[in-house]
């Protein structure tokens, strides 16, 4: 058997609090600990994009893009990744190709290496712009399949959205398993047979939600896979990552050793013990494995949602009601997969279904997207459903960005008074009001 060094992305400052601390970690308590991060020997770091952009603004008074200086200044040997949401960016809307473009451009000039571009539709379209720029930028350019499970998400799916991605300049594929349901021995073939037609490095990323994470890891691995996301042991399991520590002890001494030092791991696991104290108030996770994501590909963020809305309606006792909606939504609608903004679509229909009726209220999203506003659905849509929703409306099947005109140059005169560097100019067009606010507070705290 060959040899074959297995990297370890850490997701401990972005994907590893967010799932556990609803993302409201500070850069105050990254940086004492950056130095020892970036001494590991990690393949790369997941430091920015998902919700950190948003939280940054909204609840933590940071600049993201200050963020990213401070993080980069700090790490020195070590790769830095971000999660991009293809023409969504890290916002929850399909922004101007302008826009699109402006980002990825000035993340780059701060400095992020690995970009990992993903649409929630797997619409190859909604990622076309952002893969191009990050490529011409010399950025590496990770390309994301949203994993989920359907009858129309078979092998074949997957491989024919993985050569039009090789088309388009993907550097690296990454199979992003956001509800924790990708099966080991499924692992095993998707991995196989990617490395098998395609001449790319192949990651994974996996919530520990249903419990499988390490055993999928380990089959992918056996499979080829090059690199696996973990979060270091105090901020893993649950809806987070499997622990880094773990997965380093688990293939120490085998054809795939990691070549990372535990005893280094373990101090960082202490330092993060005490981190964690810190944010009790957002700490959710209980410690027990969701299997309900395995029946109804709910991942852990919706069904919280879902808890808190239906006590808002003092309808609780009706989870199990609306949880068996949801696979009903996701059918009617060509069986998207459920990752922002998706996830957020299905599951406001799945529960306004179950406590009204079914769709005799509709949420704008699900019309919007039922117009092609998202991109193409995975499947067929329920035609019955879409003549009563949208009625004779004609949707668009062109790539839902060539609708959107250019952005910037109207943001730019909007927040005039307020323009302190270029970057506010794309934050303000990504999230308005948060970024208002923000600048509003900063303005204030200068004076």
Not at 134 to 162: C, D
Not at 251 to 259: I, V
Request: charged share 25%; glycine share 6%.
């Amino acid at each position: 058997m060959t040899t074959r060094k297995v990297g370890i992305t850490d997701t401990t400052l972005r994907d590893g609090h967010q799932s556990l601390l609803a993302t409201r970690m500070k850069i105050e308590d990254m940086i004492p600990i950056i130095g020892k991060l970036d001494e590991i020997g990690f393949h790369s770091m997941e430091v920015w994009g998902g919700a950190t952009f948003d939280t940054c603004m909204r609840f933590l008074n940071e600049d993201p893009w200050e963020r990213l200086d401070k993080i980069k200044s700090t790490l020195k040997n070590t790769k830095t990744q971000m999660l991009l949401r293809g023409q969504n960016l890290v916002g929850y809307r399909h922004y101007a190709d302008d826009v699109v473009e402006e980002f990825v451009k000035k993340a780059a000039a701060h400095g992020m290496d690995i970009f990992r571009i993903f649409d929630a539709m797997n619409d190859v379209r909604n990622m076309c712009k952002a893969m191009e720029v990050a490529k011409k930028e010399g950025a590496h350019v990770q390309a994301t399949f949203s994993y989920t499970i359907s009858p129309v998400h078979n092998l074949e799916y997957y491989m024919t959205m993985a050569q039009k991605l090789v088309d388009m300049g993907a550097d690296s594929f990454c199979i992003k398993d956001m509800a924790g349901i990708l099966k080991p021995y499924v692992a095993y073939e998707l991995v196989s047979e990617l490395k098998k037609r395609f001449q790319l490095p192949v990651q994974i990323h996996t919530h520990y939600t249903s419990g499988m994470a390490s055993m999928m890891y380990l089959k992918a691995i056996e499979a080829g896979a090059d690199v696996v996301d973990t979060a270091i042991s105090s901020l893993a399991l649950g809806t987070s990552q499997p622990a880094t520590e773990t997965m380093v002890a688990s293939l120490k001494d085998t054809p795939y050793d990691t070549g990372l030092n535990l005893e280094a791991l373990s101090e960082i696991a202490k330092y993060f013990k005490e981190v964690r104290k810190k944010y009790k108030e957002f700490d959710v996770y209980s410690g027990s494995v969701d299997t309900n994501v395995l029946l109804y590909q709910v991942p852990g963020g919706m069904l919280s949602n879902f808890i808190s809305q239906l006590q808002q309606q003092e309808a609780e006792d009706r989870l199990p009601e609306v949880l068996a909606e949801v696979p009903r939504v996701r059918e009617d609608l060509g069986y998207p997969p459920l990752v922002t903004p998706t996830s957020q679509i299905v599951g406001s229909q799945a529960l306004l279904n179950v406590l009204l009726g079914r769709y005799k209220m509709v949420t704008t999203e699900v019309r919007s997207y039922l117009k092609g506003m998202y991109g193409a659905t995975p499947g067929p849509v329920n035609e019955q459903i879409r003549k009563q929703i949208i009625r004779d409306d004609a949707s668009i099947t062109c790539r839902p960005a060539d609708m959107i005109a250019p952005e910037l140059a109207a943001a730019r005169e909007e927040i005039a008074a307020y323009i302190q560097k270029e970057e506010d100019v794309l934050s303000y067009v990504l999230l308005p009001q948060v970024a208002k606010e923000f600048f509003e507070k900063r303005n204030a705290q200068n004076q």
